[in-house]
């Protein structure tokens, strides 16, 4: 049973590791990675000693942040919302209803976001108009604006879908524990609080640990949707940049080597907050 995984990690894994060479190469498509010339540490030099380093990291940094502060525990409080459901039928509708946009392809997600957002014909400058009187309001081409659609986006199409570990945990703690909370005097809030949140702090805290290990590995495909030349002020990642650079650019020596370092970052990050959890909740991924 654990084959065709152990052969998928090892052929899309394991074995194109081969290829980070070029990060210390100037790699030439037809020389191949054997033939092109080494130049060891100068394309991480050439990244940190440019003009949109520190920008990068900067917006890299502030739009996990966001994330963490908005998109990562909003799923804990929808498992709480629905563990609290009394009603079954009502649950299971509501459940199926907040997991159907993560089925939905972010390109028709980012679509929706784009048209809904239409300085002349979006829906959200519509309201704002009728309601309030407002003039009609770029908001993608708005730097100020991006970090809230981008996190918005994302938290409307994964929500649901994150919130199944939760209700997975919920289901594990003992019903016994409710009915003692509750003789005892306390009420929802006190039971969430005493019971329910240390019930499933073990899974909070290894899906932080996971999440913190992507700190600078912010998936490019939302931005790149939703992104424009009027906007990279806040909008543009350390991922964003490798695609352009790489894959656009065709400089593959120095989107390998950027990409290395988001790489190396990221396992320093897991390590530090495995070490950390580990110390403080008892808690860890190893």
């Keep these: 049973m654990l084959l065709p995984g152990l052969v998928y990690y090892i052929l899309f894994k394991y074995l194109p590791m081969y290829g980070i060479v070029i990060a210390f190469e100037k790699y030439s498509v037809f020389k191949g990675i054997t033939g092109s010339r080494w130049v060891g540490l ?40 629905f563990n609290e459901l009394r009603s ?4 299971r509708v509501t459940q199926t209803v ?4 993560h089925f939905i392809s972010m390109v028709v997600v980012a679509g929706l976001a784009v048209n809904f957002l239409a300085p002349s014909s979006g829906i959200i400058n519509k309201l704002l108009h009728e309601w309030f009187g407002a003039e009609p309001i770029a908001f993608l081409a708005k730097p100020e604006y991006f970090r809230g659609i981008f996190v918005s986006v994302n938290l409307w199409k994964e929500i649901g879908w994150s919130s199944i570990l939760y209700l997975a945990a919920l289901s594990g703690i003992n019903p016994e524990l409710y009915e003692a909370a509750s003789i005892d005097g306390a009420g929802k809030l006190r039971q969430a609080w005493s019971v329910t949140l240390p019930g499933i702090l073990p899974t909070i805290m290894i899906l932080l640990i996971l999440k913190l290990g ?4 912010l998936g490019a495909s939302t931005i790149i949707l939703l992104y424009n030349p009027s906007v990279y002020e806040t909008a543009d990642v350390i991922s964003t940049y490798v695609y352009r650079r790489g894959l656009v650019g065709t400089d593959y020596s120095f989107a390998a080597a950027i990409d290395l370092m988001n790489s190396v970052v990221g396992i320093l990050l897991i390590f530090a907050a495995n070490r950390t959890s580990r110390r403080l909740t008892e808690t860890s991924l190893w």
Excluded at 88 to 91: A, D, K, M
Aim: net charge positive; hydrophobic share 55%.
């Design 98 to 101: 907040s997991f159907l946009p």
């Design 88 to 91: 079954g039928l009502f649950r």
């Design 42 to 81: 100068k394309h991480f030099q050439d990244f940190f000693q440019g003009p949109d380093a520190w920008k990068l990291i900067r917006n890299t940094l502030v739009l996990n942040l966001y994330d963490l502060a908005f998109a990562f525990p909003a799923p804990i409080v929808l498992a709480l919302a």
């Design 214 to 217: 992507h700190m600078l590995s």
